[in-house]
Structures are given as structure tokens and as C-alpha cells.
């Protein structure tokens, strides 16, 4: 839900908006998906369980750290990308700016029927997220895109909704909520305003942004998410993330796998 504003169009222009998908796009049997993941712990399990070989000849421009896995599974053409590692400080290149401009590489370059944004994120107890519980995303924003001015301020919230999947929602045990989506790991209280705003059970560094190119691309996306740590209980965030994340990134590789072999010989009106 965006903040209320003082001006400008209906509230209509508020609502959440999904990649626009054609009929035919919609009854086309889905042959090639993308993973974006933005951690190389989050990313290992599944170039395993997929059985993916990296990509040597990159398809990305020379001097990008972004990394490609690519392979078959079952009927499907499988890659996943990540962004890789900093050329600096050597640490994964986690946050919006790199999710962006990996995902739109790789949508230009790989052109995959359907995106599935996986990763860990923190999860809010009031909304009744625990520590391993995996998410399929209803709903996606920004919370830390604050422009108090007429329109634009919808335009910084940025809510959209990810393709529509009913069938995956009645016949998967994972948890419905929204996301939201900022680059930093802690939580100011103008963050946390936000987000409630947003209605958002968890929030991540990545989801949002990945939304944005898919709009603009009109690629259907799919937002998978693990709870590491619960950003409204008594653990320190970053204490909690830690510990967690390997535990946790194997809950994540199981709901991915769960998805995929779901979306195994169906089209987009079948999930």
C-alpha cells in the first residue's frame, strides 16, 4: 500500500502493478527460466541441485563480476545469475543497484520465459514470520525511496505485483506475504513506517528492484523468500542473519526446487 499524498492522480494510480503478459505468452509452454539470487551461499545449493555448469564464455560485458550457471533440467532451460563479488573488498554485491542491472543483463541477454527472484530476508513476527519460513511474495516495494511530493511519491513506494500464481498458491505449503525492499540491513524508524505501510511480513535488498526490470521488460516473475532473522523480535539483525543463513539457505533451496519442478511442462495460465 503506498502512503497517502496530497495531490496528483486517483487512487488508482497507487495500486500495485504486474508485468504486463499477452495471451500468447500466457499459453506458451515455459521452456527457459532465470534465477536471480544475490549471495554465493544462496546460490551453491542450487547450482548443485540443478546440476549447473558455470558459464566461462561469459554473455556479460567484460569487467561485470556477474556470475552465470546455465544447464537442463527436465524440460527446462535453467540459468542463474548472481552478481558476484566486489573487486574490492571481495564481498558479495548484495542491494538494489546490482540486482538491477543483473537482471536486466541477463533478461536481455538470455531472454527466459519466467523470472524466480530467490533469497534470504528478514521476517517480521507481527505478521507471523518465524526463522526458516519460506514465502512466496504477493506483493512487492520499496521502503526507503522516501519523495514527499505529489506522484513521485508512489513512484519511489513502486509497488508491484509479481504473475499471478493461484495454482502454486493452493497446491505448495509455503507462506503468502509482501515484500519490501531497501539497501540496508538494519531498520531506521522512517524504514519501518514504510514497511508497515507497504503491509510488507518481510523485507530484503533485492526483490524491488528486480520487480522494476521485469516490468519494464515484461518478463513474469516469481519472489521465493527464506526468513533468517526476525527484524521485530529480541536478536540482534545481523547476530541472527549469521547465524542462520546456511540453515536457512537450505530451506530456500528446497522451496525453489518444489517451484520448479511445479512449473515442469506447464504454461504461465497453469501456474
Not at 516473475?221 to 543463513?245: C, H, Y
Amino acid at each position: 500500500m503506498a502512503p497517502p499524498h496530497s495531490g496528483g492522480p486517483d487512487a488508482a494510480a497507487g495500486e500495485a502493478v504486474a508485468a504486463p503478459v499477452d495471451q500468447q505468452q500466457q499459453q506458451r509452454p515455459i521452456s527457459s527460466i532465470l534465477i536471480i539470487i544475490a549471495m554465493q551461499t544462496e546460490a551453491t545449493p542450487l547450482v548443485n541441485k540443478f546440476q549447473l555448469k558455470e558459464d566461462l564464455d561469459a554473455v556479460f560485458p567484460k569487467g561485470a563480476p556477474w556470475v552465470r550457471y546455465y544447464g537442463t533440467y527436465k524440460d527446462l532451460q535453467i540459468n542463474l545469475v548472481w552478481p558476484g563479488k566486489d573487486s574490492t573488498l571481495g564481498v558479495d554485491c548484495v542491494g538494489t543497484v546490482s540486482a538491477a542491472l543483473v537482471a536486466y543483463a541477463a533478461v536481455q541477454a538470455l531472454k527466459p520465459d519466467l523470472i524466480i527472484n530467490a533469497g534470504t530476508a528478514g521476517g517480521f513476527k507481527a505478521k507471523g514470520a518465524g526463522v526458516g519460513d519460506v514465502y512466496l511474495i504477493s506483493g512487492v516495494a520499496f521502503h526507503d525511496r522516501r519523495i514527499p511530493i505529489p506522484v513521485f511519491d508512489l513512484y519511489g513506494v513502486g509497488s508491484r505485483k509479481p504473475c499471478s500464481t493461484p495454482n502454486i498458491v493452493k497446491d505448495l505449503n509455503l507462506k503468502i506475504g509482501k515484500l519490501s525492499t531497501g539497501d540496508s540491513l538494519d531498520m531506521s524508524p522512517q524504514d519501518e513506517a514504510s514497511i508497515t505501510a507497504n503491509d510488507a511480513a518481510v523485507k530484503d535488498m533485492e526483490g524491488a528492484a528486480v520487480a522494476y526490470v521485469a516490468e519494464m521488460l515484461q518478463v513474469p516473475t516469481i519472489f521465493i523468500k527464506a526468513v533468517t532473522d526476525i527484524v521485530d523480535g529480541d536478536k540482534p539483525t545481523t547476530e541472527e542473519f549469521l547465524k542462520n543463513l546456511a540453515a536457512v539457505t537450505i530451506a530456500l533451496d528446497e522451496s525453489v526446487t518444489q517451484v520448479v519442478d511445479y512449473i515442469d511442462g506447464k504454461c504461465l495460465c497453469e501456474l
